[in-house]
């Protein structure tokens, strides 16, 4: 049987992250290809009720410790490299997020174990596995083969259906009774960001709109697209930059990460900044008057015109169509 595979597992304000559930579906996949069993680590106070959400994992350690909320790397790697001593554990998975920032990269100077970060896709090759990383904003994609199945693969939020690593039936808990030092620095306040305004992460259809839509007056023909379809307006960071939608509204490597059925990118280039936060949409939209744009590279379906004239006939017909 090879070596365990282990999974780190995310929460927030007493909630399993999703990325949890992508890490558990990937390593549920990896663990049954190779014959290895999956656990999963679950830290901080009041975390032992939490560990009956991942029934994907064959066990869960839990460490319940006030200290280990949102603890610092250095923290948190101390308890990893016990548990991975202990269960012998050869992968381990880790989410590339805030939450877990640093972790990965001190876990592997600690351990010794090869370290691959921003990891879109994992396969078992035989006994290896191969990781496929994205570099550079996603200009890059290196695949990475583990020649033996060892390391720490830090997997890219979105990038794996969170749907695969969800089940209904309540895992073993094994509880760890650890010392953990006083971390340096410790978690004193989680800000929330203001209300009010609508969370394009969980649309169904976004109507993105670029420097194409020319001017702010301009935005609410895509608002007007946007309620007749029942979705909501969000933006390319230049559009954020003048000020004519809200950051809460931004796609991209330095916005939102969003994967609805159905993303219109209307007077969006495609740069890889952008095609970072929507590239995982069932379906993409694109409209450009640049028939060379690199939107149209990932879009399935791709129109070369004016944005300001195609919105209003797309708004009527949509219109028609519902009456």
Known sequence: MANPILVLAEQLRGE?????FEMLGVGRALASAVGAPLYAVLLGSEA???AAKLGKADKVFVADNPQLNLAPAATVTAVLKTVIDQSQAGLVLVGCTNVSLGIGSTLAAQTGLPLVNFCRAARADGSAIQLTSQL?????LSDVKLPDGRGIACLYPGAFPADDGKSDQAPPVEKLDLPVEAPKVTFKQYIEPET???DITKQ??????GRGIQ???NVQLAEDLAQVLGGAVCASRPVIDQGWQPLSRQVGKS???VKPRVYFALGISGA???????????CIIAVNTDPKAPIFDGAHIGVVGDVLELLPVLTDKVKARKG
């Open 16 to 20: 399993i992250s999703d990325i949890t």
């Open 48 to 50: 032992a009720p939490l």
């Open 136 to 140: 550079f904003g996603g200009k890059i």
């Open 196 to 198: 009010g305004d609508v």
């Open 204 to 209: 169904n259809i976004l109507v993105g709109v």
């Open 215 to 217: 001017s702010q007056d």
């Open 255 to 257: 916005g939102m990460t």
């Open 272 to 282: 890889p900044e952008h095609w970072e936060g929507m590239q995982n949409s069932l």
